[in-house]
């Protein structure tokens, strides 16, 4: 063994140095304390007896003790026992060695072993740690990202109009809507900052998509560079039923969606009969559907809103009822256009039916 380890391996630590040192140097006079009255109690046992040889089967039948066969008195060479310690330091450090190289020690011992013995390649079970130098960098804007595509539930109730921030790596996107709740056929306006990370990013194309309800895709609405601010805004001129919009960037961040409701207008036109007994009130909604549930309400004591029919909007959005005028007359009337999964519900303003001249 070598006298300095740590000479040989090219790693100084004053500890471990001093270790191997003492394992494997000369032997102190205190370590050898005591050492000659050891050898005379060894030399004082003398040699065993040729009888008791044979007894034990260590000296063949017909052979005496002094003959060729003949033990040797044993020697302990100097400095035997510091040797021997050595030699078990060795075997232990080797044993701990291979555990540290197969990562098996506790983590503690396990980062120590690789602090001390990182040039032999001992590696580190530490967790939670990064290697220096490893920020944040903007991945390129050329790699493409689409929203992902969800299927909205039917009948969800509306949103915020402000989203909470989506987040692909380091960047962030934010994106709001100027009113959750607009007339069906309205423009909306979200607006959106992208940051990253907790700095604006100015000069960057934000992407505007939108998914109308009871649909699974994303369809490309508008877009806009980011401001010095990180801020972008955009204009969609006609919103005609729910949607959710978000905005993104490609190959950066992506936002939460915004959900948009729409509320179709209603509105009710009463014919005068020229019998002066029928009137007819007709109910038009043009962003609803055909098929759309309409109720018609008579106003009761006490301002109290009551059933009084119901019918079903014809293509283009239109509906009519007949009112007859001496049952009605004084009354007010209202049409109500039940909510659905494309639109919320929708109230006319009131008409009062004149009674018969």
């Not at 998914?211 to 560079?225: C, E, F, N």
């Not at 009337?333 to 929708?346: C, D, E, I, Q």
Request: net charge positive.
């Amino acid at each position: 063994m070598a006298p300095d380890l740590t000479e040989e391996t090219g790693i100084y630590d004053a500890g471990l140095d001093a270790l191997m040192r003492a394992l494997t140097g000369p032997a102190e006079p205190a370590e050898l304390a005591g050492e000659q009255a050891v050898l005379a109690m060894f030399r004082s046992s003398g040699t065993p007896s040729a009888g008791a040889l044979r007894a034990a089967g260590h000296v063949a039948p017909g052979r005496e003790a002094g003959g060729r066969f003949a033990t040797r008195q044993f020697r302990r060479p100097r400095g035997w026992t510091v040797r021997l310690v050595a030699a078990a330091a060795v075997v232990v450090c080797a044993g701990m060695a291979a555990a540290a190289y197969t990562a098996a020690l506790p983590a503690p011992m396990q980062h120590l072993a690789h602090v001390v013995f990182q040039f032999a390649g001992v590696p580190d079970n530490q967790r939670g740690s990064r290697p220096a130098g490893s920020g944040h960098s903007v991945p390129p804007a050329s790699q493409q990202l689409s929203p992902p595509v969800t299927a909205a539930p039917s009948g969800a109730a509306p949103r915020s109009s402000a989203s909470p921030v989506g987040q692909v790596g380091g960047a962030t996107i934010s994106a709001a809507a100027d009113s959750p709740r607009i007339t069906a056929g309205a423009s909306v306006v979200i607006s959106g900052q992208l940051t990253w990370p907790g700095h604006p990013v100015a000069g960057v194309t934000m992407t505007l998509w939108e998914r109308p309800a009871l649909t699974l895709g994303w369809h490309l609405v508008g877009s806009v560079p980011a401001n010095a601010a990180g801020n972008g805004v955009i204009t969609v001129p006609v919103v005609s039923t729910d949607a959710d919009f978000r905005l993104a960037v490609s190959g950066v961040a992506v936002s939460a969606p915004v959900r948009v409701t729409v509320v179709p207008a209603v509105s009710i036109a009463l014919q005068i009969g020229t019998a002066g007994t029928t009137d007819l009130l007709t109910v038009s909604a043009p962003y609803a559907q055909p098929g759309n549930v309409v109720v018609l309400e008579v106003a009761g004591s006490g301002g109290r809103w009551t059933y009084l029919r119901q019918g079903t909007l014809s293509v283009g959005g239109r509906l009519v009822f007949l009112i007859d005028a001496a049952r009605r007359g004084n009354d007010a009337v209202r049409a109500v256009l039940l909510p659905t999964a494309l639109h919320a519900m929708s109230l006319s303003a009131p008409v009062v039916v004149p009674p018969p001249s």
